[in-house]
């Protein structure tokens, strides 16, 4: 993606125990005995990955907006040494530029709802920002300023191997239509983590949730829909990825209540080819799957959580944009046919009962 000159990363200070971090400016090398939440320690490790040069190590800045000018400006500039590019790796709060470097603009954990909506914030407060980065990396952020669309130009960073993959567990899907609770407790206590037969199934659908997605209405009741459709159809298996997070009853209840708000009716038994997995899924499995493999992914879905080749051998990629869009644009074909290694059909975020598909 850049090189063969040395880059920077900023990181965001309150994702970092800075006890741990000597000193304002450092070497990526720091971080590895360093423990980093593990959205921010993928998006470093992807971002080590595909730099692919060799001249310096890769530096790492905390708090740059500090040096603004004269004397400290200057003295970060000796730190950075030759470095032309920066990296701002953003949690959404907010973002940062580097004076004289090339800015690129990475964010991460916007499936979060909070973080989602704080990158809005800043984007609807601030909306210049945007214009003053050279490239995004992996998305296709886009912002009114001034009557004019500004939407940087988009890099594309993928893994050239697999992220390491923790155990899976899959809990078979029930839904009372009156308890949050007791659905989630049912569920984790059939939690198991063997795998369901996935060789006696036809066709394999897999949604990675994300806590964005789970208080969106058209994309509940899509979930819903499937879920609905799966159930009557024994050779089809539907896969249901909890959001990310560290409670993994809190994730059960954020799907379930989500799932619950459709307000339309669900068979109250337990399902026999439906299937909460509590992680991703890893990317053995997945390639096993082969044409059978169908992925409904949701824009605030990290899709560089997978290799391309993941996507590039499913049988077909649905693709649903965030709420505020009205079509997908050059810059987001391009870069997601370019990552999936085929054109994903886009669901326009319409809201329910109505939807709009648009077929590349």
């Not at 040395?6 to 971090?21: G, M, Q, W």
């Not at 704080?118 to 980065?133: I, S, W």
């Not at 899959?170 to 609770?181: D, I, M, R, V």
């Not at 644009?329 to 997601?336: G, I, V």
Request: hydrophobic share 45%; net charge neutral.
């Amino acid at each position: 993606m850049f090189g063969p000159e040395p880059i920077v990363l900023s990181l965001p200070a309150r994702e970092l125990p800075l006890a741990a971090i000597t000193g304002s400016v450092f070497e990526l090398d720091a971080l590895s005995a360093v423990p980093l939440p593990a959205d921010l320690r993928m998006a470093v490790e992807l971002i080590a990955g595909a730099y692919h040069g060799v001249a310096a190590p890769i530096r790492c800045v905390v708090r740059p907006e500090m040096f603004t000018h004269g004397a400290s400006l200057n003295w970060l500039r000796q730190k950075l040494g030759d470095a032309t590019d920066h990296i701002c790796v953003s949690d959404g709060v907010s973002i940062k530029l580097i004076p004289h470097l090339r800015n690129h603009l990475f964010t991460y954990g916007l499936h979060a709802q909070r973080r989602q909506l704080e990158f809005k914030k800043l984007m609807r407060r601030a909306p210049e920002l945007l214009g003053q980065y050279d490239s995004q990396v992996n998305t296709f952020h886009r912002i009114a300023a001034d009557g004019l669309a500004v939407e940087p130009a988009a890099n594309l960073a993928m893994p050239s191997r697999a992220f390491a993959a923790a155990g899976v567990w899959y809990y078979g899907f029930y839904l009372n239509p009156h308890s949050a609770e007791d659905s989630a407790e049912r569920m984790l206590d059939w939690g198991d983590l063997v795998a369901p037969p996935f060789a006696d199934f036809r066709e394999i659908t897999y949604i990675p949730l994300t806590e964005c997605v789970m208080k969106d209405g058209g994309f509940q009741r899509l979930v819903f829909e499937t879920i609905e459709a799966t159930y009557f159809e024994p050779k089809s298996v539907l896969l249901l990825r909890l959001p990310p997070g560290d409670d993994l009853t809190v994730r059960m209840k954020w799907v379930v209540e989500g799932i619950r708000a459709v307000s339309l009716r669900l068979p109250q038994a337990r399902s026999a080819n439906i299937f909460l997995v509590g992680s991703d899924l890893p990317e053995d499995l997945l390639r096993q799957f082969g044409g059978r493999l169908s992925l409904v992914l949701h824009q605030s879905f990290e899709y560089w959580r997978y290799t391309p080749g993941v996507y590039a051998q499913a049988n077909k990629i649905l693709y649903v944009l965030d709420g505020e869009w009205k079509r997908p644009t050059e810059c987001a074909k391009k870069l997601l046919r370019e990552a999936f290694g085929q054109m994903p059909r886009f669901l326009l975020p319409v809201r329910p009962p109505e939807a709009e598909w648009l077929t590349e």
